[in-house]
Every structure is written in C-alpha cells, then in structure tokens.
C-alpha cells in the first residue's frame, strides 16, 4: 500500500511541476521568402468592444488563408484572399467581396489590412507608402506608423537584428489589437 501512495505523491509532484513550468514560444524560423505561417492569439478593442481569437494565417505572395478560433475551439471567422477576391465565412454563412478590410468590418466588427499586415506582422514596413519608424538598442523595428496605424512592437524571438516578432501592437482610430504569436513557420513558396 506504501508504494501505491508513493506513486501518486509521484505522479502528483511531476504533474504539478509540468502546471507551473513557464511555456516558451519556439526559436522562431528564419524566412527566407514571403512565405509564413503562424499560430497565436488576438485581442481586439473596437468600437468599445472586447474580444479574444486565436489565429492561424497562412501567407502565400498570392493568397491568405486566415482562421479565427473562439477560446473553445470554435470557428469565428475563416477568411481566404486571393487574386479573385476574399471570401470570409462567419455565423454559418458566405460572404464575398474584393476589399477584405470593407468584408471584415461589415462581417466581424473589425477589420484587418492585410496587404500592409503581411509586411507588418514580419517587422517590416509596407513597400507602397510611406512611414516613419523607431528601432530597438538591438536595431529591430520597435515602433511603425503607415497607413494610420502605429505599430509596436514589445517582444522579439531573440536579440539578432533578424528576428521575427512575437508581440506586436496595433492601433487605428477607435480600434486596438493585441497581437501574440505563438509559432512561426517557414513555408516553401506555392506551386504554381
């Protein structure tokens, strides 16, 4: 009977110590191209409005695959771009439509500029317009304003000039999100 209970204080003690060990994000992949993946967490605070999603955005040069989970495991929103235009399905139904950031404030609440996101999430500025920015001790991009939106950005994989961020920072007008990213993934460019 002694060594059952040992066994349990056992099982007990590993599992306790598995609780209360502090989670790490992954060493994030060098990209090479445009690219990614990734898999994190947004809160969002529009129009007065909270809200917490978790995400996973798969970013080709042509195309965005973009999900939206609820805490549950449920799907909010799934939201894929390409040359033909966006299709987002939300509430059991399909909308479409050629401006995202238009089909998402309609649809969501809140909308997202992914042709400027894309370069954002990867801390660099969009090609097409101009912007002002501020960097770290470690020359990494700390602060972004383009578009009329700021950027911050609070944390990154390591201390190289490189590296990919893990929490960024967005406001545009009456809208705030919180961006965490949990994982990063290199993607070999689609075929054609």
Known sequence: MLRVNRCWVLVALLLSACTHAPLRPAAAPALTGEAFALNGRIAVLHRGERSTVSVRWVHQPDGDDILLLAPLGLTVAHLQRNAAGV??????????????????????????????????????????????????????????????????????????????????????????LNLLIDEWEALPPAEK
């Open 87 to 176: 299709m987002l399905e939300a509430r059991g139904q399909q909308y479409q439509e050629q401006n995202t950031e238009d089909l998402m404030d309609r649809v969501i609440g809140w909308h997202l500029p992914l042709d400027e996101l894309h370069n954002w999430v990867r801390a660099q500025p969009y090609p097409a317009t101009p912007f002002s920015a501020a960097r770290n001790p470690q020359q990494q991009l700390a602060e972004l304003q383009q578009d009329g939106w700021t950027v911050r950005y609070s944390r990154y994989a390591d201390g190289s000039p490189a590296s990919l961020p893990q929490r960024l920072w967005f406001r545009h007008d009456d809208m705030e």
